[in-house]
C-alpha cells in the first residue's frame, strides 16, 4: 500500500520515505536503495530529521523519545 501510494502522481517524498522503512525492515536491500534514489531524486537535502519531524517519535505520555535502533538502520539509506 504505502509502495503504491508513493506511485501516486504527485506524491511527498516522505511517502517515500516510507516505502524505504518499509521494505529494508523486510529485508529487501535493492528495493529500499531504489526508494531511496527516488527520496533523493525529489528532494535532495531530505534527512531522517525531517522524517522525524513530520513523524515524531513520542511515548505514550506524549515525551519525544530517541530514534529507533530500526529507524537509525533504515535512514542510513538515504
Known amino acids: 500500500m504505502a ?4 506511485l501516486t ?9 516510507i ?9 529487501q536491500t535493492e528495493r529500499a536503495e531504489r526508494w531511496a534514489k527516488d527520496v533523493r531524486s525529489r528532494r535532495a537535502d531530505a534527512t531522517r530529521q525531517m522524517f522525524l519531524e513530520a513523524f515524531p517519535c513520542k511515548d505514550p505520555n ?3 523519545v530517541s530514534m529507533p535502533h530500526w529507524m537509525r538502520m533504515v535512514f542510513n539509506r538515504v
Open 62 to 64: 506524549g515525551v519525544p
Open 19 to 27: 516505502v524505504v522503512s518499509f521494505a529494508t525492515l523486510a529485508g
Open 9 to 17: 502522481p504527485g506524491a511527498h517524498y516522505l511517502v517515500s520515505m
Open 3 to 6: 509502495e503504491r501510494s508513493a
